[in-house]
């Protein structure tokens, strides 16, 4: 891989949608990070994508601050550089959705966590490195279930189980202002 290829890190790039954004810019000539907290799941996603470009692969829970860390030191150790994050892993806490006026406040706590404040984290932990690429960019990516409640099988309508996700757009629009764009 040439010093000018540039690297995004993608969470959550085991499966899903994580996976397919990873196969599309490695063929686009990007080289990407991607990480998830199942090993076996992980290496088999690497291996696949490895057949198209430079992949390195970080077991990580990004709910883990020594795993955040852990994890960006990988990517600035393999690439020395970072131009995109992409905040992807997310969860919907607890399933099938509860109603509402079941909901568990530890529960909430915790999808707020993964979906919102361990994203702003990894964002925080990433500035150094994409603050010197020539463009940079941070994205988070969210749901359909940031913007209305799912409904739950009784009926019900389900709690804002991705309102997390719905501010992922302030962690993105946070970066976008300090690099000068538009929020
Ligand atoms: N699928 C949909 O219909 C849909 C609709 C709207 C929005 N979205 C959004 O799109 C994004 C991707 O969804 P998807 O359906 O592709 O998800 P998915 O298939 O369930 O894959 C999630 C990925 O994130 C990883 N992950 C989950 N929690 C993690 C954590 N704490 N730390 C590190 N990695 C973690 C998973 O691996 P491990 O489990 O091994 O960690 C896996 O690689 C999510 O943000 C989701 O909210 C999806």
């Known amino acids: 891989m040439s010093s000018q290829t540039p690297v995004v890190l ?11 954004l990873a196969h599309s810019l490695l063929t ?9 907290r199942d090993k076996c799941r992980l290496l088999q996603a690497a291996a696949s994508l490895g057949a198209y470009g430079h992949v390195l692969a970080v077991v990580a829970d990004i709910g883990d601050g020594d795993q955040r860390e852990a994890l960006v030191q990988r990517v600035e150790y393999e690439f020395g550089r970072l131009d995109a994050l992409v905040n992807n892993a997310s969860t919907l806490g607890t399933l099938p959705l509860p109603p509402v006026d079941a909901a568990d406040i530890e529960n909430l706590r915790e999808v707020f966590h993964i979906n919102t404040f361990a994203p702003i984290l990894l964002l925080k932990r990433c500035l150094p490195l994409l603050e010197v690429a020539v463009a940079s960019i941070a994205m988070s990516i969210s749901s359909d279930a940031a913007v209305a409640a799912y409904p739950c099988g009784d009926g019900k309508n389900g709690r804002p189980v991705h309102c997390g996700t719905s501010n992922r757009r302030g962690v993105s629009g946070c970066y976008r202002v300090r690099a000068g764009g538009d929020p």
């Open 10 to 20: 993608i969470t959550g790039g085991s499966q899903g949608f994580g996976y397919a």
């Open 28 to 36: 686009h000539g990007f080289a990407v990070a991607i990480c998830a």
